[in-house]
């Protein structure tokens, strides 16, 4: 039983909210609550939450996971902190004076930018994605918030009028939560933290600070942006449920938090995360690594306001976890997402069946909004026993394309990855992933890094201090092994497979 100190998290993903409660001296969950959120496709290729529903998942989490420590009989006044992680580049623009959202939250994953991008890559020089790579480590694409924001500044009279009334607030989904729970309209805090600032294309990853120029080129008013902060530092008090009056004093975006959570502090040191989609990220250490092979740079985490920022390559697919939600939502062939695993091991192989899950277009390291998703191979035989072995496989071999252009970045092959996340729960898809790889998969008895991390942060910031994050004081949880049971060869050829129905996919759709 939990006794001292606990620190809470918001963990605020795609698919569902969650809070969980932890123990900082053993890292352990004390308790936890989840909901799913409701995400609505109002036409092909949008993807949208409503900001309200959003925060009303974070609090409902809160209030549930309180109750259940009354149940225990732990009293609620020991959570002492409470951290924030989030889905990045979702993009949200409020009214401050009534602090209601102005437009539903576009999400990261969203697609309706395509011919912003195609307008803004056709205005500059050389035609060239990667035109503001140097600055802000990311290529111009539909991923990120600056090209949403323009499009809801273009689209959305009621916004355009917010922000010549100086009413209209930007933020992505951690400066939203952040806002509302200190205060919303009464003085709610307007921050973001360094690694969420390091999505949206206005950041400077250099300087560490909202740029004039970007912000020119996407013409947006840098009066609408939040303040940049640390990930580790009391933002503001909470104002409204029953944790009114505790700090909210760590914010990391969640594949940062999951580095975190990884306990991924030494340079060379990557991790896996399968949620929503799928996101390889390696430390860099305190210099940004500017990619050649497709990948992002970005802030891994600043602990600290005095603290150095320390940075991250990251290989991002847009697709991972969702595939099975597509499976159950879209075609009901799984009533759940445990079904999947039962069905893939009914087959044990996809019999020559390939899927490329590009609903978004592709990501790293293609980048080409123009792919749309395909399942080919397909004879008499095939099933949904086959579709769902597919499926799983198509998230390996995707997660295989980030590890080799990670290898080519960093001159160094990696000797085994470590995961985390959702489906990481999955024995059939991480038995897959290492004979895909080649290598052994490493996964912590906890999957819940993403909230770890934020927990972490929020324990260990000035003013808190009841989680240390001296390396003495951190050792991994427990670990399971997941060693490939097929040789190289057949994995090799089972990839080069996929690449084809890569290149099929591709190209597929215009603006």
Known sequence: MASGPLVGAIDQGTSSSRFLVFNPKTAEIVVQHQVEVVQKLPHAGWAEEDPKEILHTVFECIEKACDKLKQLKINVSSIKAVGVSNQRETTIVWDKKTGLPLYNAILWLDLRTQSTVEKLINNTPKKDKNILQEKTGLPISTYFSAVKLRWLLDNVDTIKKAVADGRAMFGTVDSWLIWCLTGAHENGVHCTDVTNASRTMLFNIHTLKWDPELCQFFDIPMSILPEVRSSSEIYGLMKCGTLTKVPISGC??????????????????????????????????????????GLLTTLAYKLGKNKPAIYALEGSVAIGGAVVRWLRDNLHIISSAAEVEKLAASVGSSYGCYFVPAFSGLYAPYWDPTARGIICGLTQYTNRNHIAFAALEAVAFQTRELLEAMNLESGVNQTSLQVDGGMTTNKIMMQLQSDILNIPVVKPAMAETTALGAAMAAGAADGIGVWSLSPNDLTAVEWERFEPQIDADEGNQRFTKWKLAVQKSRGWENT
């Open 252 to 293: 990391l975006g969640d594949q940062s938090a999951a580095l975190v959570g990884q306990m991924c502090f030494k340079p060379g040191q990557s991790k896996n995360t399968y949620g929503t989609g799928c996101f390889l990220l390696s430390n860099t250490g305190e210099k940004p690594v500017i990619s050649k092979h």
